[in-house]
C-alpha cells in the first residue's frame, strides 16, 4: 500500500521560503519518478518539480524555475521541495505525487499515487 504525506506548508510573506515535504511508505522514492504539482481555486492542477531515481533526473517548470528546487533523502524515503523568493501566484494546495518507473512528462495523468496535500499561502 502506497502512501505519501506531505508537510511544510503554511502561511508566508512573499519573499520569504518555505521546504515542503513528501514522506513515502511502501515505495522506495530512489527508485521512481516523485513529482509536486500544484493547484490553485479555479485553476488546473500544474506540474512543479519531478525527480527520477534518486536526482539521476530533475525537471522544474519554467514559472518556478531559479526559485524551486527538488531533491530528496533516500534514507529517510522523503522527497523536498525547496521554495524560496516566494510571490503571492505561488499560492495553491501543493500536491506530492510518484509512478512506477521514468519520469513520462509533468502531467497530473502521468503519476498513479497521489498524497492529500499541504496549503501554501503567500500573501
Known amino acids: 500500500h502506497v502512501q505519501l504525506v506531505e508537510s511544510g506548508g503554511g502561511l508566508v510573506q512573499p519573499g520569504g521560503s518555505l521546504r515542503l515535504s513528501c514522506a513515502a511508505s511502501?515505495?522506495?522514492?530512489?527508485?521512481?519518478?516523485i513529482g509536486w504539482f500544484r493547484q490553485a481555486p479555479g485553476k488546473e492542477r500544474e506540474g512543479v518539480a519531478r525527480?527520477?531515481?534518486?536526482?539521476?533526473?530533475?525537471g522544474v517548470a519554467d514559472s518556478v524555475k531559479g526559485r524551486f528546487t527538488i531533491s530528496q533523502d533516500n534514507a529517510k524515503n522523503t522527497v523536498y521541495l525547496q521554495m524560496n523568493s516566494l510571490k503571492p501566484e505561488d499560492t495553491a494546495m501543493y500536491y506530492c505525487?510518484?509512478?512506477?518507473?521514468?519520469?513520462?512528462?509533468?502531467?497530473?495523468?502521468?503519476?498513479?499515487?497521489w498524497g492529500q496535500g499541504t496549503q501554501v499561502t503567500v500573501s
Open positions: 525527480v527520477y531515481s534518486g536526482g539521476d533526473y530533475t
Open positions: 511502501g515505495y522506495a522514492v530512489s527508485t521512481g519518478c
Open positions: 505525487a510518484a509512478r512506477w518507473g521514468l519520469c513520462r512528462g509533468d502531467s497530473p495523468s502521468a503519476f498513479t499515487f
